[in-house]
């Protein structure tokens, strides 16, 4: 190798880096931002001194918010809707994909145009609150996660993975006796744990950060998810919302405040992530050679 | 095997779960039965406030009072009119629905709220006698009264320009009277400090200033008729001066993107030396301010003096929430009972402010919380006023100004200015929701302050407001400004 091109492999090298590190920078330092403003006074923090480093130490916001029962039983009802939505999201979508992906299926070109059909068109969102309606789910928990319970892309994507094993593992299966299910359970699952974690991660983080759901057909107040109960934090101390609300004004919740309650709403599904991950790659591989 | 395993483990916890999250969806309290004592549950629709009102101390309050068990139900905090239509639209059961003007009178044209009239004749002596003659007009339409009007704290001034006083006195500058010794105080102060004097945020165009050239109110009587203030003369003059603070660096040139927490920012950290403070925002901006300079003092600037040599503040007294009773409701007689209960004198300071001597004092005429009761029990207690006696109701309202005594000295220091100076009431306050108005106001407010938000920038040239103007006039602004009129010759007569 000659030098010159060492060099230049050198300046893109550093190049890359220093690109990507600014890119980790503009995500990480709002969050940054967010943990200092969390920990600071709250006259630091109207007075916008507040950067990377927290002024004026304080925890007390914490212990406000982990007092607040709101934001408590919202958190509470983001877990389970994130647990049982994943649970049932998953189950739904993977014994949707699995007979979409046999050949043998009849009419199997069909199925999957309506399916792909209802991923293109859907009723438009009056319609669908007065079938929620009528179906006695509005102001109900399950809302949240069953019309949502299978996502067409998922499936399709499931559906491709089960496509690439390889059609030899099933023929010996079923000449050993085993039933369709017995297949699935037994066979085709285990070899497929890469795309269900990749699309158990894609279900619950969708139903974490969702809020425009619950939004629209939650207001019961005992129902209502995290990011929910956040967005109304954030509304209500809004300034145009205070100019006609001057009681909710005398009210309103301190900025530092807001802070710790978006990161304590953001930490359990960051925690969530790096056990995951890993399978991340594998998984959305669609179609790849499997090794 | 270890995959196979875990798999299992997954598929049973999957299931459990799934069968688990069926079975165990709880039917909430829906309408659930009635109480003992004949009274059926009524359900009341809320605008949006941070809280959970069926758990609030306030709602206990009023059922004990009124022997009413209500459930409570709130609009979201964002896209409430949208989640209102479909409530509507879908038939959603409610007795009592406290509304914005917008929505009220959506309602009222669509036919969905009852006429009062016969109702508040026959079971409403109390609403009668809690709400002054002009507030009705505000909710009638085509003789029908459609709604309980609720007009709040009575008139008060929100904002007053105010200066750092300490840098005011290093300088031996005087509080400027009127936008021309404003002009140089603010100059001064650049000058001697180098930073730009005065802040503020995108809705904070108006107020003091304006109201200097005689751009008070989004209504205005000129020789008995009315006149927008976009087609008023004076706003030129107006656009002409705060130009000229902003190309001489006097006016914040970030005062279009600023949020009002933003301007804060800029004062209380010493980058600014003037803003349009609000008396609720002003114990937290002060506190802030004195903590980053403790020999900061904030002056208050009074209303400056015009031409005329008067100084005027427009004031809006506008109905602000409209209780209705939905056709749909099956106990409509109940409703106006609950409604007519809740305004009786005697239940109705408890509900405002609670009781003499356990969640308020009286001094002087004037009535204090007691804190931390008053907190404790009666926070929320305005997102539960479904009318208000609009004789008591600002004197008692006041007890919630009196909360901290920073807060209240900024309040009382407002309205004190005010009431030395010339307050005009918005004549459009007490006017029934007239249709090309209602229609157009959100579109023209946002034409008119972008607009003027480019003059004073100098982005536009101020020659072109009348080209502006009468693009005004045509998207809406000619249409608002015949009707409004023609409602105002109905009462000038």
Redesign the interface.
Known sequence: MTVKTSFSEKLFNFCNYLFFILVGLTTLLPFVNLIAKSFSSEAAVISGKVNLLPIGFQTGTYMYVLKDSMFLNSLKNSILLAIVGTALGLFLTTITAYPLSRVQLRGRKWFLLMFIFTMLFSGGLIPTYLLMHNLGLVNQFPVLFLPAAINVFNMLIIKNYFEGLPDGLEESAKLDGASNIRILFSIVLPLSLPVLATIALFFAVAFWNDYFTSMIYITNQDFKPLQLYLKELLVSSSSEFLKDNVDAALNTTPQSIQAASILLATLPILMVYPFLQKYFVKGVLVGSVKG | MK??S??AIV?V???A??A???NS????G?GSGGDGEGNPNLTMLM?????????DPVAKNIEDATGYKVTY???????AD??LN?MV??K?NFDIMKLGSAQFYKLATAGALEPLNDLIESHGPNIKAAIKEDSWESVTIDGKIYAIPET??GISV?EELVVRQDWMEELSLKNPTTPDELYEVLKAIKKAKNIVPLTG?K?SIYGDIAAAFGVLNDWNDVDGKLLHKAELPQMKEFLTYMNKLYSEGLLDSEMPIN????A???F??GNAAMIKL?W??AS??E???V??FPEAKIGIIPYLVGKDGKSSIGVNLAT?WFIAIPKISKQKEHAIKLLDTKLKKDIFIKLAIGEEGVHHEVKDGKYYPILPKFNDDL??A??YMTGVNEYDYPAYWQA??R?DPV?QSYYEAFQENAAKGNIVVDPMSIAPPIDAVSKNKQKLTKLLDDTVLMYIAGAQSRDNYDTFLSQWMAEGGAESVKEANEWYQTISK
Do not use: H
């Open positions: 995959k196979g875990w798999l598929l916890f999957a299931l779960l799934a688990c999250g069926n969806t709880p039917a909430p829906s605008q949006y406030s941070l809280f959970d009102p069926n758990a139900e709130m609009l979201p905090a964002e896209s949208e989640k479909l639209a879908n959603q709040g704290s929100g945020s809705d949020t009002s927490a933003k804060i920012e800029k209380s950290s609000a609720w925002s937290s901006a506190a802030a301010l903590k980053n602000t926070t929320n305005s997102s919630r100004v909360k807060l």
